[in-house]
């Protein structure tokens, strides 16, 4: 089975731009978190999809949003980067179930200039 | 503030040695529990899952959950040169679908 999948994996972009990245989960799961990783922050949770809707929402400005397809693959949009947007920007999939196992994708690394 | 603490570390042990990995958390609405590993300039791989008080064992790896003192650890014995990493404790958030808190990370060097 195909494991999570995520596009570009690296970006270099400036200040006031925006940015969009795409995550494609593992077949059959209907979830989609996605999370940003600083060094000073850690792993921090962006906001999750599941069946098209977002369910869950970090706590991050307006800038950041993100939709879901039918097919359960999900974009996330980032608009007008500042340079502390630089990150590793990881998605991860889970069934959705009980225990909602989550599995990461290999990241978009995002570079504001 | 719903929080993963980890011990910071980094902790240096010699191959062969058990490693020990702690972690507690502050939402007692946690039920699902997890230890990723994460080498440098990689994504977090999933090491383990544990949902029930006691011990869970794969391979080199054992999961201690304490639900009471909201307490997670992870054991590695007979460490290897590979197994020099960071490791992340992620407890599910109990009342936010698809949200996990992970902790700071420890970063494991296992010498030769």
């Known amino acids: 089975k195909a494991g999570v999948t995520q596009t570009p994996r690296y970006l270099i972009k400036t200040r006031g731009q925006q940015v969009t990245l795409s995550c494609s989960p593992i077949?059959?799961?209907?979830?989609v978190s996605w999370y940003q990783q600083t060094p000073g922050q850690g792993l921090q949770f962006l906001f999750e999809?599941?069946?098209?809707?977002?369910?869950n929402k970090g706590n991050f400005p307006g800038r950041f949003s993100g939709r879901q397809f039918s097919n359960s693959r999900s974009e996330m949009n980032v608009s007008t980067l500042e340079l502390g947007d630089s990150a590793l920007y990881l998605c991860?999939?889970?069934?959705?179930?009980?225990?909602?196992?989550?599995?990461f994708g290999p990241g978009t690394r995002l570079t504001v200039l | 503030q719903k929080e993963v603490e980890q011990n910071s570390g980094p902790l240096s042990v010699p191959e062969g040695a058990i490693a020990s990995l702690n972690c507690t958390y502050s939402?007692?609405?946690?039920?699902?529990f997890f230890w990723y590993r994460q080498y440098s300039g990689k994504s977090p791989e999933l090491i383990m899952s544990?949902?029930?008080?006691g011990d869970k064992e794969d391979g080199r790896f054992t999961a201690q959950l304490n639900k009471a003192s909201q307490y997670v650890s992870l054991l590695i014995r007979d460490s290897q040169p590979s197994d020099s990493a960071t490791y992340l404790c992620?407890?599910?958030?109990?009342?936010?679908?698809?949200?996990?808190?992970f902790g700071r990370g420890t970063q494991l060097t296992v010498w030769p």
């Open positions: 939402d007692r609405g946690s039920q699902s």
């Open positions: 077949s059959g799961h209907r979830s």
């Open positions: 992620a407890a599910e958030a109990g009342s936010t679908l698809g949200r996990l808190y």
């Open positions: 544990i949902y029930s008080n």
């Open positions: 991860a999939s889970s069934h959705a179930g009980e225990t909602d196992t989550q599995y």
């Open positions: 999809y599941f069946s098209e809707t977002q369910r």
